[in-house]
């Protein structure tokens, strides 16, 4: 499976943006996928997780309410809404695939469990 993701950019304070991540392979549509990010000199960090069928999804404290993970199987595409955006959002967003369906927040929240990485799509979000 590979993956790539796309559509970040500079943002204003509150403003919004909209990530996609579209996969190549057979087996995404049983996998779950996730979103993290990593700000320079930080390390990376989960942001939000979504099932095989788009049914169930995860969240970090930080992004809840204000961001929004989904899929579309059928372009084997996965999105992460991103609303009501702060300067703490800039980085580094990547997309992950898992080789599980699905999982608790504890496994899915960490990026060990991914098998395949996109190359990232870098976010700044200042006035």
């Known amino acids: 499976v590979q993956l790539q993701a796309s559509g970040g950019g500079l943002v204003q304070p509150g403003g919004s943006l909209r990530l996609s991540c579209a996969a190549s392979g057979r087996t995404f549509s049983s996998s779950a996928m996730g979103w993290f990010r990593q700000a320079p000199g930080k390390d990376r960090e989960f942001v939000a997780a979504?099932?095989?069928?788009?049914?169930?999804?995860h969240y970090a404290d930080s992004v809840e309410g204000r961001f929004t993970i989904s899929r579309d199987n059928a372009k084997k595409t996965v999105y992460l809404q991103m609303n009501s955006l702060k300067p703490e959002d800039t980085a580094a967003y990547y997309c992950g695939g898992s080789r599980s369906a699905w999982g608790d927040y504890r496994a899915l929240s960490q990026d060990r469990t991914y098998a395949y990485w996109g190359q990232g799509t870098l976010v700044t979000v200042s006035s």
């Open positions: 979504i099932a095989w069928n788009g049914g169930s999804s």
